[in-house]
């Protein structure tokens, strides 16, 4: 049984920053396709961004391009999502998922199916 385990969330003001980590099985984070999805209570749970490691591929909903970087360190078994110049709508829960493959439709979360506990993020105006 794969298990994620996100840490990193926090309370920032809008323009700061944080840094989401997600630390998996050894080998899940540089084979698995790994992606970072968040919740509010809003909204339904969307994807932010993913990471194919079959093609060395980051990709990212529009609204967090250039802002947010998904990135990865295989000695640690860990997977980063760097969020810059956060805005009150980033907030929510974010959580690290991961899948054997990744999906056609990989901003649907009913393609994935490992799920971390997630982590809060909080962003005041």
């Known amino acids: 049984q794969v298990q994620l385990v996100e840490s990193g969330g926090g309370s920032v003001q809008a323009g700061g920053s944080l840094r989401l980590s997600c630390v998996a099985p050894?080998?899940?984070?540089?084979?698995?396709?790994m992606g970072w999805f968040r919740q509010s209570p809003e909204k339904e749970r969307e994807a932010v961004a993913i990471?194919?490691?079959?093609?060395?591929?980051?990709t990212y909903v529009d609204s967090v391009k250039g802002r947010f970087t998904i990135s990865h360190d295989n000695a640690e078994n860990t997977l980063y999502l760097q969020m810059n110049g956060l805005k009150p709508e980033d907030a929510g829960m974010y959580y690290c998922?991961?899948?054997?493959?990744?999906?056609?439709?990989?901003?649907?979360?009913?393609?994935?199916?490992?799920w971390g506990q997630g982590t809060q993020v909080t962003v005041s105006s």
């Open positions: 998922a991961a899948v054997f493959r990744c999906p056609f439709m990989w901003h649907q979360p009913q393609k994935w199916n490992v």
């Open positions: 050894v080998n899940v984070v540089s084979t698995y396709c």
């Open positions: 990471y194919d490691n079959d093609i060395y591929t980051a």
